[in-house]
């Protein structure tokens, strides 16, 4: 089974919404997520939001026509970072230039440990110009063991929201000549 990988700007993200919509909900539909309906709500208008953004792509997986998974992200300009209720500042070496934020990363509970989120990911972070990478991932799910096993590393906590459990922001040198 071929994993099909395309890349997408925000114009063309916005007509995959009815695809993704979905697809996020199986993705988040197991703990310590579990989505509620008003959170799939939310995605799509964050996901609209974020279509509009600079360096915005998506990257969507298919396969045999069906899709499966995707991730996306944008830029952080020079001195934006996470934003919550609480969270650490950046390390200044990266608050200094743009970072790209890995905002999602979904993948259908069918079609997991395959490889297929690697692959998205990789597809993602491909030719950025950016020096680092960064994204928030729950310590205790799975994900939050994955990308540690791909050289992710916590530079600091963020809270989202009041109602959301403290999260790691995690950071990855995109070019050998940087380092976190």
Known sequence: MTLILTRHTGTETLELIPGLKPLYANAYSEPPYEMSDEDIEQFEIRITKHAGLDGFVLVAGETDGQLVGFSYGFTFQPGRWWT????????????????????????????????????????????????????????????????????????????????????????????DSKSA
């Not at 440990?113 to 972070?125: E, H, K």
């Not at 791909?150 to 906590?157: A, P, R, S």
């Open 84 to 175: 919550g209720v609480k969270t650490d500042p950046p390390p200044e070496n990266i608050a200094s230039g743009p970072i790209f934020a890995v905002i999602e990363l979904g993948v259908h509970t069918d079609f997991r440990g395959r490889g297929s989120s690697r692959q998205l990911v990789d597809a993602l972070l491909a030719d950025r110009p950016e020096a680092y990478a960064s994204l928030i991932s729950r310590p205790g799910a799975r994900a939050h063991a994955m990308y540690q096993r791909w050289g992710w590393k916590k530079v600091g906590t963020t809270q989202t929201y009041a109602y959301w459990p403290v999260e790691d922001i995690d950071i990855l040198p995109l070019h």
